[in-house]
């Protein structure tokens, strides 16, 4: 009898492999979706359409982008979570929707590691830290250190401009100031461009950006610069520039990341395949300077098995973060 | 700029927009646009976002003629929906009802759409002249209006707003109130609290605008009609060519709207993050305080739709200019637009004037060109459209209804914002029959998030300093220009009665 059960048993397992496997052969026979928590022309929009065109060279089968963009990217997420696992509907999200949300949202009504199969991270944000000073001062001259004496001299002069409570543009400077004394006072803004109207008007002097072409013409053309950036090996596009690790403190552990996601219960193949074109994709120097660096990312990726350890650290170093920013979480 | 340099620039971008792939490009964006405009809820975004995979494969500069006729060609097309049916194409059109339609009830659909059409064309015109000459002058003041100037231009905007309804003026303000009031539904973005979302993903980003606009005024005129469906109602099947002609009265009146809306329209398509529909109820209610007869307003005064209808088309072309020349868009179109400059290599600011002189100025030349084809094709049309009116109410509404619904669902490509379509249908319906006006709430909703916004960051930049509104100088005029405008409107409704008192005394 039991010996019965565990004959069925193994039956039935080896018959899902057996169609997992199968599934992966012909996998894509069709569109896939991918739901991006983002609106058309943002910047995950922008990357999903652009590999999705390398997609389509590689497998003939198109890559359907549906933009869910607001709601903190919780609408994207509960598109994609009760979607069938059969790797035609994935998730293109940032470390807000799977790191941050459960941190900030009470009754958030998925669980990011249950509820998605990690498939790949695709990019990392290029961030640097702009800097231009209040009038009659010789801020061109300043490194991060002059900048921290400065504002201890004269608090309540420094103006730090973020797109948002708990954004890495915030918390950044929250580490900042417990790390050094700095007394940098908050602005928020409802977005990057009304942030960049404020720096260019003078109003707000710090703020930390993703470093896209305009921001890197700022740099070159005297307007600001940049104090440092916050990723170990420096940003490429601005060498010289001194990290964080360097110019202010070490331990600074946030990198925001755009990645892929599947509903939990997709075949391991189908990620495994996924991940395999991503990683293509992402090694092709002439495609990246146009569709990622350009746009200020980093191209990364990472296995379904390297991700999901990645964001089970993820977690808890946003954690420490906002609890240095003074943010309740949950 | 020289004299010489100009006309260097001006024969540089004739010439390539002018190209014969351009010039393809520049018809099939305004064309477009033009039908988005008029079909009620479906607005430029959907088609600019649409479209956007199709640029990465074209020239930038094809890209960018042709996203951005769709852009203007859309305020073309969103009064004729207002004007023919009282349900505006865009949320920017909503003013255009107040008097368009009123128009068309009395049979001059035609010299309404014919006066739009001219006078958005001006102000088109007149938006692309400043991009041309004074792009940089105007980034420079537009850089000037910090956190209290826009403080203090909202609130002049609520104050002169508050005439804007027609009827009891008490009503008014109080739909401004539950317009600013519902502004509050959202993410709280200097403290991360969500207020008022009842655990709704789809309220963390406040009410959507274009959910509200199109329930208040499309589903609930929709509705409202259905009431008296069987009576008599104006014939729109009998405009002939005739009709259209504007009586040289109607010309008289329109000249100087024109110029005040495109005037209006261009301050605020520069300022980012205000924009078309701002303008649009500014400039009517600028038109309803200068003009002799105020009462006219509300019940098919010319001025009362050209004027604001002027003021989008002239924002929409001079909201191109801190986007290009700074790389800040106002809007999320704008926002489409730069990314395409971007994924191309672009990099916006002033040397693209310089650099990629050929793509900047064939761009301005473009938009000549394109409000010009706008023109010619309008012209023609206009006796199509109103042909629309002839439809039979079982086919016309059900159609209104489904357009709705898609264009306000592919905003967000939320379900949600269809519901929040239907119970504000319903809160329409009844404000409606107990004849609270719509157009103050859209308002209060619009101003409302930035005037709190605005105000709680001077609070912070000035630490608490309240002064801070009246020590900018900018802020300080528009202040006290508020002050103005508000004894002024408290004295003549002052005299007024007191001129009542005066009659009723003669007459007894």
């Known amino acids: 009898m039991l010996g019965g059960v565990a004959l069925i048993a193994a039956i039935v397992l080896v018959g899902q492999?057996?169609?997992?496997?199968?599934?992966?052969?012909?996998?894509?026979?069709?569109p896939i979706h991918v739901v991006a928590g983002d609106g058309a022309g943002g910047p995950i929009d922008i990357l999903n359409r652009a590999i999705g065109e390398q997609i389509q060279a590689m497998t003939g089968q198109k890559l359907v982008i549906e933009n869910m963009p607001g709601g903190r990217q919780v609408p994207a997420a509960m598109a994609v979570k009760d979607a069938a696992p059969d790797g035609y509907t994935l998730l293109s999200v940032t470390q807000n929707a799977i790191t941050l949300n459960p941190l900030l949202i009470k009754n958030l009504r998925y669980q990011p590691l249950k509820d998605f199969a990690p498939i790949s991270l695709l990019v990392n944000q290029q961030h640097a830290i702009s800097f231009r000073g209040p009038e009659g001062t010789n801020w061109k001259n300043w490194t991060f250190k002059d900048l921290v004496e400065y504002s201890k001299a004269n608090p309540g002069k420094i103006f730090f401009g973020s797109i948002g409570i708990g954004s890495g543009s915030h918390l950044a400077f929250e580490w900042m100031k417990h790390k050094t004394g700095a007394r940098f006072t908050h602005v928020p803004y409802a977005g990057s461009p009304a942030m960049l109207r404020a720096f260019r008007a003078g109003e707000i002097h710090l703020f930390q950006v993703t470093v896209s072409k305009d921001v890197k013409q700022m740099y070159d053309d005297g307007f600001a610069k940049a104090l440092a950036v916050p990723n170990k090996g420096g940003n490429p596009r601005l060498p010289g520039v001194p990290t964080y690790d360097e110019a202010v403190a070490e331990g600074y552990a946030y990198l925001p990341w755009t990645g892929w996601f599947a509903p939990a219960g997709t075949p391991k193949p189908i990620l495994a395949k996924l991940h395999g074109m991503v990683a293509k994709i992402m090694s092709d120097p002439k495609w990246t300077e146009r569709f990622v660096v350009g746009a200020g990312f980093l191209p990364v990726t990472s296995s379904p098995d390297e991700f999901r350890a990645y964001l089970a650290n993820d977690a808890p170093n946003h954690k420490a973060l906002l609890a240095i920013a003074g943010i309740k979480t949950n | 700029m020289?004299?010489?340099?100009?006309?260097?620039?001006?024969?540089?971008?004739l010439s390539t927009a002018l190209s014969l792939t351009n010039l393809f490009y520049c018809f099939l964006g305004v064309f477009l646009g033009m039908l988005i405009g008029v079909v009620p809820g479906i607005g430029a975004l959907v088609a600019v976002s649409l479209l956007l995979p199709v640029t990465f494969h074209i020239d930038a500069t094809a890209a960018l003629i042709m996203l951005a006729g769709i852009y203007y060609g859309s305020a073309y097309g969103g009064s004729t929906a207002a004007i023919l049916l009282n349900v505006p194409g865009t949320p920017s059109s909503a003013v255009a009802c107040l008097d368009g339609y009123p128009m068309a009830q009395q049979g001059r659909a035609g010299v309404a759409l014919l006066m739009t059409t001219v006078g958005s064309f001006i102000a088109g015109s007149i938006g692309i002249l400043l991009m041309m000459f004074f792009s940089p002058i105007l980034v420079a003041y537009a850089l000037k209006f910090g956190p209290t100037e826009y403080f203090s231009l909202m609130v002049l905007g609520l104050v002169a707003a508050s005439t804007i309804a027609s009827g009891s003026p008490v009503k008014g303000v109080a739909m401004v109130v539950l317009g600013v009031a519902l502004g509050l539904v959202g993410t709280d973005i200097y403290t991360a609290t969500l207020r008022y979302d009842f655990g709704f993903p789809g309220l963390y980003d406040g009410i959507s605008l274009v959910a509200i606009a199109m329930a208040l005024?499309?589903?609930?005129?929709?509705?409202?009609s259905v009431r008296s469906v069987g009576e008599a109602r104006f014939k729109g099947q009998n405009i002939r060519m005739r009709d259209m002609i504007p009586t040289r009265d109607d010309v008289r009146r329109s000249v100087f709207p024109i110029l005040r809306g495109s005037a209006i329209g261009s301050f605020f398509g520069v300022l980012p993050g205000t924009g078309g529909l701002i303008a649009s109820f500014m400039a009517y209610a600028v038109e309803k305080r200068v003009s002799k007869t105020p009462q006219r307003f509300g019940h098919g005064a010319i001025e009362g739709v050209v004027s604001p209808e002027s003021a989008n088309n002239a924002a929409d072309q001079t909201a191109f200019i801190p986007t290009m020349t700074l790389g800040i868009p106002g809007s999320v179109v704008m926002a489409i637009m730069l990314s395409v400059l971007i994924v191309h290599g672009l990099v916006p600011g002033p040397k693209l004037m310089v650099e990629h002189a050929d793509l900047f100025w064939g761009l301005v030349m473009s938009f000549w060109i394109g409000n010009l084809i706008l023109l010619v094709l309008n012209i023609p049309l206009i006796g199509l459209w109103v042909k629309v009116l002839a439809v039979p109410y079982h086919l016309l509404y059900p159609a209104i209804i489904m357009f709705v619904c898609i264009g306000v669902y592919s905003v967000h490509n939320s379900a949600f914002d269809v519901w929040l379509v239907l119970v504000f249908s319903v809160a329409g319906y009844f404000m409606?029959?107990?004849?609270?006006?719509?157009?103050?709430?859209?308002?209060?909703?619009?101003?409302?998030?930035?005037?709190e916004e605005e105000f709680r960051r001077a609070m912070i930049l000035s630490h608490g300093d309240l002064s801070t509104f009246v020590h900018h100088p900018i802020s300080g005029t528009i202040l006290a220009m508020t002050l103005a405008l508000l004894m002024w409107a408290i004295w003549s409704g002052f005299r007024r009665s007191l001129q009542r008192r005066a009659t009723e005394v003669t007459a007894s």
Do not use: C, H
Request: hydrophobic share 50%; net charge negative.
């Open chain 1, 17 to 30: 492999t057996n169609t997992s496997f199968a599934q992966a052969e012909n996998y894509p026979n069709k």
């Open chain 2, 2 to 13: 020289e004299i010489s340099s100009i006309i260097a620039n001006v024969s540089i971008g």
């Open chain 2, 217 to 224: 005024f499309g589903v609930t005129e929709v509705v409202f």
């Open chain 2, 432 to 451: 409606r029959v107990l004849e609270f006006p719509a157009a103050p709430l859209l308002l209060g909703l619009v101003l409302g998030p930035i005037m």
